[in-house]
């Protein structure tokens, strides 16, 4: 499914729920620069957001879970995802009927995260990762000698006029408790320092966590444009192109795998306060099925293992891996059992 997707089934003896687990598999395009016995063997590309991590979590649940099938009520859907890292695996598999054949009840899936040490867990309700869209621009005006602006309309100066307007998005028409991003990303225009080019290329992108918000700012971007580009006697043609919808925790499972990191590594341990602009195409999973998405601490700083994601000296501390297969194997137990 979706080229190198992979799903496995494991029925119990009994009928009951259906949960997906989803793991995603894909490296970057980054050369490793870390020196261990375990480093990447094919240069220019690594394992620097920890998904060969979620890959390992998956087969030792799906290994337990196998030695225990005759326990199992209901079905495990285990889903091996590609393409998470801007390919969209996600969306293609779900358009291939991942989510068919049984249609999972629940979903459950996690990330190795470097922003925590190992041992804990960050697991909360409602919206922690941002819908974003990708959007492109060409603002188009009428080139000419650099020395006789009058003859032209310049696109650079209505481009730097719209890069200033956008600012007004998130600091004037979004509420200051709410959550958005707008940034320009690109900006190309020009070849020559005596020349007024003809057009100026500009992309960028969009994240918000609320549906209205996502809406009211697509619309002021779209008007700021078409405004700015027509005070200036140019024109623009805007692209929105969405990417991933926002990954939105459900309540009752979030409860469930909350309950479940307490009782491996105590209260103390498992926290509601990761949210990130960032997104994640379990999204499309996630509008379909109720879910949790949760963050699975991986840094050691004393053993230098708290590189940033997608840095080539990205490392974790695989203390995690076993406790990411607990807590999925406590939350199967919770749905999966009788
Ligand atoms: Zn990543
Ligand atoms: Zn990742």
């Not at 700083?301 to 995690?320: I, K, T, V």
Request: charged share 15%; net charge negative.
């Amino acid at each position: 499914m979706a080229t190198t997707g992979v799903v496995g089934l494991l029925e119990g003896q009994r009928p009951g729920p259906v949960v997906m687990l989803r793991f995603d598999m894909d490296a970057l395009p980054i050369t490793e620069e870390n020196q261990t016995d375990y480093v990447s063997q094919n240069p220019g590309v690594m394992h620097a957001c920890g998904h060969d991590g979620h890959m390992a979590i998956g087969l030792g649940v799906a290994t337990l879970m196998a030695q225990h099938r005759q326990k199992i009520v209901g079905t495990l859907k285990l889903v091996f995802q590609p393409a998470e890292e801007g390919g969209n695996g996600a969306e293609a598999m779900v358009r291939e009927g991942v989510l068919k054949n049984p249609r999972p009840d629940v979903f459950l899936s996690t990330h190795i995260w470097n922003e925590r040490p190992v041992g804990t867990i960050d697991v909360s309700p409602g919206a922690i990762m941002a819908a974003c869209e990708k959007w492109t621009c060409t603002v188009r005006g009428k080139g000419g000698h650099g020395a006789l602006p009058h003859q032209t309309v310049d696109p650079i100066v209505a481009t730097a006029q719209l890069v200033t307007a956008l600012q007004t998005v998130v600091s004037r028409n979004v509420s200051p408790l709410e959550t958005a991003v707008v940034t320009v990303g690109k900006i190309h225009g020009g070849d020559a320092f005596n020349v007024i080019p003809a057009q100026v290329e500009l992309a960028g992108t969009i994240r918000t966590y609320d549906p209205t918000t996502r809406e009211m700012v697509l619309r002021r971007v779209r008007e700021i444009v078409k405004g700015v580009a027509t005070a200036c006697g140019a024109e623009a043609e805007l692209e929105i192109i969405p990417l991933t919808p926002a990954v939105i925790n459900d309540t009752g499972v979030v409860e469930v795998v909350h309950a479940a990191a307490e009782a491996l590594i105590g209260a103390e341990n498992v926290a509601s306060d990761v949210h990130t602009m960032g997104s994640e195409d379990a999204a499309f999973f996630m509008q379909e099925v109720s879910g949790c998405y949760f963050f699975l601490g991986s840094a050691n700083a004393e053993r230098g293992l708290n590189a940033p994601h997608h840095n080539p000296r990205f490392d974790f501390d695989e203390g995690a891996l076993p406790l990411g297969v607990a807590v999925m194997m406590q939350v199967m137990a919770h749905y999966l059992h009788s």
